[in-house]
């Protein structure tokens, strides 16, 4: 039997500024109006680096976002180097790799522990759920914390990498600690193998819903790779065309809606998806052994378009970044680590610079005049890529779940933008309190 | 496991966005404290940015934890207040949908549960005038950081 009447309006409940929101009106069993609505501060990010040096550019950006610094930079930095003609050592690149996978680590078992493993469970939030399944949490901070001390090792602190410049790193490990950050990540697979079987214990939880959408990413085919850092960019609409990152504005043409003040993007439909599930789609058969296990174990293939299974497809790379990464210092060692000198000198350029981001795929374009002086800048962040295709799913599953309770649609719809593991209002103050004595 | 100095007993840690002026005072406050890191060894200071549930393992299985942030307290701009976590309570909404907001006092909490919270922890808020785009504090605030120094030291000593 439908609803006759459901009126779910998230904002207005819980009053919440600044962040993205829900609106459902059904009048007697007809849908009046269901919005994903995502009111986003103008980009001053952008203004905010024009006139600045071009070797403060990741510094700078690195502030944008307190869950992926280190990608934010990363992509500055590329875009940097790309402007300038600036070439880094193989050494350099595999170091900054390595960088980028411990956030995508943290990233990843934050997302999965603390945000979505509470819905799989059932629980308000992860604080009542260290009562009902403490193991399974201290597993998950455990995890999270060896990728925040691997961030640590590798980008001078957790948040807001240090050590990253234009054409190279102002500071690398010891050998003594890859070799223990090596040991750590082999360590590390007993507790990622207990949260998977955690996940999968409540994986009947995870909602059944399919749409099929146009899925973008990141591809590298030289060599071929489960890619987060090198490649061109493709989706399973580009018919294994993969475009280079310059041609960035070609994929996502923005677009202004009514209903946000984000921008919206679409490329071959009139909306895409980006992030795990997306570089899943387009590279799947590039993961590691161990990745393609835990693939298989929560039966996610090639093709998946069920967005929930979004936070799978993270689980599964973070076997992937561990058995990779393990592997990376095993190359790095064998070769050694060298003290490298870094110069650079300023030029007159443009230039982008493409990463995947643990939520999708992340573009920053820097042009510099002859005194390296940044006179423009463009950011496209995966979650404003991402907001088409969310109001898209509201719009196929809200008709497919109106016999349920108000609650449960409300449930669902919200389960849903947390499997996008959304960006949406970075960077506010953690205290809001009054005095109670 | 990989860190490369020893954890200190004594972390002070400065929160905030350093491109929305006030917002970022926790963090103009630790870079000035760096610069005195030989008068106090046995403390770590932290930058620790708009890094929400870091701040977990920042305090994890020390012995006092000194967290400065902007907070909207109700206060006049500019106005800092020394307080304990049982002193306040969090009137902050969020939306769990992002990982990209945090609640201190929930961090806190989980730390808590988790048997590794610090014995102490203590906040300096800092009541913002402006949180508008820009890398520079208000003149409110920036005239007053030689106070909020001596506030924090007293609490090291």
Known sequence: MHNNNVDINVHHITRVEGHGNIVVNVTEGKIEKLQWQVPEAPRFFEAMVR???YQDIQTIVSRICGICSITHSLAATKAVESALGLKVSEQTDKLRILMHYSEQLQSHTLHVGYLAAPDFFDAPSVVPLVARAADVVKTIVKAHRIANEWSDLLAGRTTHPVTLIPGGLTRI???????????????????LNKIAEAVLGVAANIPKFERPTEYVSLKQTNPPTYTFYHGGITSNDNKGVVLPIEKWHDVTNEYIVEQSTAKWAKWHRDAYAVGALARFNNNAELLSPMAQNA????????????????????LVECFHIVETSIAMIDGLLTK????????????????????????????????FDKKGNCVAADICIPTNQNHANIQKDFEKLLPEILDESENQIRLKLEMLV???DPCISCSTHFLDVKFVR | MTSQSPRKDVVVIGLGNVLLSDEGIGVHIIRRLSTRQDKFPLVDFIDAGSAGMALLHLIANRKKAVIIDCAQMGAEPGTIRRFAADEVQSVKKLSHYSLHEADILQVINLSKQLGECPRKIVFFGIEPESLEPGQNLSKTLNDKIDDYIIHIHKELV
Request: hydrophobic share 30%; glycine share 10%; with cysteine.
């Open chain 1, 51 to 53: 006139g600045q040096s």
């Open chain 1, 173 to 191: 490990p010891t050998e003594k600690q890859l070799r223990q950050l090596q040991q750590t990540l082999k360590d590390t697979v007993l507790d």
């Open chain 1, 295 to 314: 693939a298989k174990t929560f039966g996610l293939q090639k093709g998946c378009c069920n967005p929930y299974m979004n936070t799978v497809a993270q």
């Open chain 1, 336 to 367: 050694g680590l060298k003290d490298e000198k870094v110069t650079s000198a300023p030029k007159a350029g443009r230039g982008a610079g493409c990463v995947e981001a643990p939520r999708g795929i992340l573009f920053h374009e820097y042009e």
């Open chain 1, 418 to 420: 947390r499997a996008y």
